[in-house]
């Protein structure tokens, strides 16, 4: 095996390589299709581009992302992210669009302050179902994804909010150093989340918890504490996102403000290559998930993909997508290229099982 | 952890029991309204039994109330009941009103088939039935007198005819784009349809770029926002409701163009957030789609309860809006 051979080797491998090279193939075809893509001009001080949409649009996806990595590596799931994010994005609007100066800064911060804290008292109750109580995660957390519409929609009486917050609309639309403010909250969010659980032990628990409960437990990590506080994070982050979505558009809808985002943010955490089944997670994959799915959603508008074919365009992508992923997959790729049956139990098929960390 | 969930079991069971009983319990509550009451007893009041789809939008909510507005005027008795969303409790309402003896039943159907049944039992009880907003599939057209709604075509259609009569004085191509209704639903259909029906009358008038923006203002301002990108030259946007059209002014603003002067938006519905953007010069034109059915209803009721002949199908009275109009209707929009 020659020297680079070897190199190629160590960079293919690296579980970043594939999710990277799906983006680059994506922002690609778009160059291609339109020369233009890429390109980012100045616009009233700000970056402008389809680049930055990307950046600006994913921001709520990623931190909504993050949160379900955590829960995901616990070997948990979240499904009522979407309406914790209609929740606290209503809730924020509604308390708004009461006061008499909607640009207020101590308004928007008590409207914040509101959102923020209904969905810690629901990420909370998320908590306690899963990890007191000892519902299934996925049970647990479906009973708020669909009591959780409804809720939004009481708070809004099923009417969209429109607001005329200055200040509010900053969290979706402002600019810091020529770029989205948005995108510098996902940004601290993650990093936040990373210093937490990569330079303290935490994350070695999560993952331990995530990978045998039992056997965590039994060396004396109190798994259902961990459990707890994911659930609350992923309500916190998805709250976050509330404020963005609706600050996006600078109205709340109870119906329409982060549905499926659930689904998305799985996807991302998939395609980031976390395992579903729990164990050793990857905030910098769950971004870049994050960031190809909101590609793949403009790629349908700037391409004008007809939107009676897009959804089948999109499952195409994502099935490619989670398939190179795959190292099973892909080791039986180049098998059957050479031709050369090899142990079916090869290595690269076994790692992708759950993982259990040594602790 | 065996015994700790050992321990932990009863909870869980009185938990999941707890929850249980919370959910039946507010489906029930929500479920039943005031249908109990003893229809016609005395009284020689018109009664009408009406059973609304839920309480999806601002739209339906305004719908309602129109229908209950409209009944205390009218001087009929409104035996009113909420279905949310599904069609056994539209049945099941159905049901009670026959059972009450209503003069007349109205109700705007959850889905469109699956009717034959309970409408047979209304007919043969001699109740009459009209349907709202929304039709049934039954293929005998006997089961129901009439069917009041709006013509979502018509709208797509006078929306372009404006269109047509506003650019034609363009002598050289007009690059419209579309925001569509969500992908396979009936208004976005229709409307698209009838949009492009009209427009045909012009050649010069081309569709560059269509896609879903899901009746959604995120939906229409994300597309739009790449419709802008892709079309150096966009004349004219059509939204198939005030929502996207919403969305997209910000996207169009955010381009650093002047939504109404550089870009011509025409969109459909006139809910109240769209006539202000309409008074404001940001939208060029809305074709109405009104939920205000309420009075054009009980004058059906009381045309079939007396046994006058009714046309199978009436349109919602609805107008369109320019923005000296909208100024004018603004005041006194009730949704």
Partial sequence: MTDTGSRWRAVTGHRLFWPVAVLVVMLAANTIYRPGFLSVEVNDGHLYGTPIDILRLSAPLILVALGMTVVISTGGIDLSVGSVCAISGALACSYISQQPDQNSLAVVFTALALGFGIALVLGAWNGVLVAVIGIQPIIATLILMVAGRGLAQLITEGQIITINSEPYRAIGLGHVLTLPLAVFIALAAALLVAAFTRRTALGMIIESVGGNSVASRLAGIRSGRVVFLAYVLSAACAAVAGFM??????????????????????????????????????????????????????????????????LLFKAVVVIAVCLIQAPAFRARLTRRRRGTPTNPTSPPSQARQKEEVPA | MRKMRTSLRPWRAAATALATVLLVGSVAACGNSDTGGDAGSGSDKLVLGFSQVGAESGWRTANTTSIKEAAAEAGIELKFDDAQQKQENQIKAIRNYIQQKVDVIA???????????????????????????????????SLYKTFLGSDFVKEGRLSGEWLVENKKSATGPVNIVELQGTTGSAPANDRKKGFAEAIAANPNLKIVASQSGDFTRAGGKQVMEQFLRANPKIDVLFAHNDDMGLGALEAITAAGKTPGKDITIITIDAVKDGMQALADGKFNFIAECSPLLGPQLMDLAKKVHAGEEVPPRIETEETTFTPEQAKEALPNRKY
């Fill in chain 2, 107 to 141: 109700f705007s159907p959850v889905v469109e088939s699956g009717w034959d049944t309970v409408l047979k039992e209304a007919k043969d009880a001699g109740i009459p039935v009209i349907l709202t907003d929304r039709a049934v599939d039954s293929a005998d057209k």
């Fill in chain 1, 245 to 310: 979505i609706t600050a996006n558009v600078s109205s709340a809808d109870g119906n329409a403000a982060g549905l499926w985002i659930e689904l998305d943010a799985i996807l991302a955490v998939v395609i980031g290559g976390t395992a579903l089944a729990g164990g050793r997670f990857y905030l910098s994959g769950t971004i870049l998930g994050a960031l190809i799915i909101q590609t793949l959603t403009t790629s349908v508008y700037a391409m004008n993909i007809s939107p009676q074919t897009s």
